[in-house]
């Protein structure tokens, strides 16, 4: 169902409640590294230790998944997650669609009923999903394979999940990729961007929390830095803001935490963020 955006807006206010959970903050390598010294790779403050980039989003008894890379199957079980409505994928990258096999845990935790996963992505994610798990899309499927349902999104439209208006928001992740980032309400998600244009801006007015990805303080060519990410963040002004994908070269937590303006935050696995929302008609 396509909506336009004075509806959108209308319908984003009907929620009452929604909980972020970031399931991971890291980069595709994760942090720590596997054989890097670093001082953030030895550190012992578990805010350092960053599986890869994911997050949970709760409302109203519904729950999305965005994105489900490597690290998908020890979030689940760590978060004692038993039931999700739908992922949500916000590109084809494997570090963000790499667990997906691991959906039959959900597909088949009441078997003999089969709980069907629904995905969504735009078409060059699910083009690639389609490719990459192609044993669970063939007519003569062996047993146990996933079971699942592929959405293809428009990147210009609102969509329906569970019941829910999601808006995409694309940005660029290089000259070859797009990122979609997704808005519920008064929260919105971005990761893996290093451009955003300024129509896709317009599309985040009026959130209160923005998540947003920060490679390191550095620039890089396929995802913002810390100082590209603040930028996003000045544009929509939301009351909160969160960063996320960071690499071990965003320095150690405790630190790198203290050179941020009032009201941004780096985010860490495990980090629940409530965003209540006063219901209107």
Same mark, same amino acid.
């Given at each position: #169902?396509?909506?336009?955006?004075? $509806?959108?807006? &209308? %319908? ?5 409640? #929604?909980?972020?959970?970031? =399931? ?8 720590? @590294?596997?054989?890097? !010294?670093? $001082? ?15 997050? #949970?989003?709760?409302?109203?008894? !519904?729950?999305?998944? %965005? ?7 020890? +979030? #689940? ?9 739908? %992922? ?7 570090? &963000? ?26 078409? /060059? ?19 146990? @394979? /996933? ?39 008064? =929260? ?14 317009? !599309?985040? +007015?009026?959130? !209160?929390?923005? @998540? ?5 303080? *550095? ?10 990410? =603040?930028?996003? %963040? ?23 935490? +203290? ?17 209540? $929302?006063? *219901?209107?008609?």
């Amino acid at each position: #169902m396509a909506l336009g955006m004075g $509806e959108v807006c &209308h %319908i984003f206010h009907i929620f009452v409640a #929604m909980k972020l959970t970031f =399931l991971g903050t890291g980069t595709s390598q994760g942090v720590p @590294v596997i054989g890097c !010294k670093c $001082e953030v790779c030895r550190s012992e403050d578990g805010r350092d230790r960053r599986l890869r980039t994911a997050a #949970m989003v709760e409302m109203g008894g !519904k729950r999305f998944i %965005i994105d489900a890379g490597p690290d998908f199957r020890y +979030q #689940m079980l760590r978060e004692g997650v038993t039931h999700i409505d739908a %992922i949500l994928l916000t590109h084809e990258h494997k570090d &963000h669609t790499g667990g997906i096999d691991d959906v039959r845990a959900f597909n088949f935790v009441d078997f003999p009923v089969i709980h069907t996963m629904h995905i969504y992505g735009n078409e /060059p994610t699910i083009t690639s999903i389609r490719r990459d798990f192609h044993y669970a899309f063939s007519e003569d499927k062996y047993r146990g @394979v /996933p079971e699942i349902e592929l959405h293809t999104i428009a990147e210009d439209k609102p969509f329906v999940v569970a019941d829910v208006e999601v808006m995409p928001v694309v940005g660029s992740h290089s000259e070859r990729f797009r990122s979609v980032g997704f808005r519920f309400g008064e =929260l919105a998600y971005l990761t893996d961007m290093n451009a955003i244009a300024d129509e896709e801006i317009a !599309k985040l +007015q009026g959130v !209160k929390v923005l @998540v947003v990805n920060a490679l390191r303080w *550095e620039s890089h060519n396929s995802h913002f830095s810390v100082a590209e990410a =603040l930028e996003v %963040i000045r544009r929509v002004a939301p009351e909160r803001a969160y960063l996320t994908h960071m690499s071990h070269r965003i320095g150690l937590h405790a630190v790198a935490e +203290q050179h941020l303006p009032e009201g941004v935050y780096l985010a860490y696995d495990g980090l629940t963020v409530t965003i209540n $929302e006063q *219901e209107k008609e």
